[in-house]
């Protein structure tokens, strides 16, 4: 086990001890495996989602890491299950681990801004982009995959995302957005939750991503 991310878990425990506005969120996620596999890729999303079900079966704050998981404890959610399924599909079952550009929950990320703000000021934003720096430095994987294109401009500047490698098209606009982060490409694709998607624009996202 990672030892360093270890440290990281905790680090961001006591961080959120220590912000008590944190506590708002019913959860944090940070290093956590989509499988038992070597880590391949990052998936990070913009922040987790927290659906009714969270509050319903586990009492927060709690966390999504490789040292606890509340899904694994109280039973996985629907939400959750179907993640992993797309996650497991557009990986190709490779290894990956999650994690969160911002690391605490929310409903959505208009309910996240009413909490926290908007993320570009947000003193917490630094905090999570060494985090992850971290998880980078540790698995150094074949690409950090962010599932939405929505946010994708403000992530990039959040994270200094410099360099444009390509830009895959889809059969209505774009599909895929190819970037370097350091050495590392990242890879920000149409949200998989499906309902955008056209007709053969996942199976070209899966290749893409295979294809790395």
């Not at 499988?35 to 999504?64: A, L, R």
């Not at 497991?88 to 990320?109: H, I, N, P, Q």
Request: proline fraction near 7%; charge should be neutral; include cysteine.
């Amino acid at each position: 086990m990672p030892d360093k991310l270890i440290e990281n878990i905790k680090r961001i425990r006591e961080y959120t001890e220590n912000n008590p506005e944190l506590k708002r969120s019913h959860h944090f996620t940070y290093d956590l495996p989509a499988n038992d596999k070597p880590v391949e890729f990052v998936v990070m999303g913009i922040n987790p989602g927290e659906p009714k079900w969270d509050w319903d079966h586990c009492q927060g704050p709690t966390e999504e890491t490789r040292l606890f998981d509340f899904q694994e404890k109280f039973g996985r959610s629907p939400a959750s299950k179907r993640w992993y399924k797309k996650v497991d599909f557009y990986l190709s079952g490779r290894g990956a681990v999650m994690t969160e550009c911002f690391f605490w929950s929310s409903k959505d990320v208009d309910t996240l801004e009413e909490l926290y703000g908007p993320l570009e000021n947000s003193t917490h934003i630094e905090f999570c982009k060494a985090m992850n720096d971290d998880i980078l430095d540790r698995y150094k994987p074949r690409a950090i995959v962010f599932p939405g294109l929505r946010y994708y401009e403000r992530v990039r500047q959040l994270y200094g995302i410099g360099e444009h490698v390509k830009t895959v098209p889809g059969s209505k606009g774009r599909l895929i957005e190819h970037y370097k982060y350091g050495a590392t490409p990242w890879v920000f694709t149409k949200h998989w939750s499906g309902a955008w998607m056209e007709k053969g624009e996942p199976d070209q996202i899966r290749d893409y991503l295979a294809g790395l």
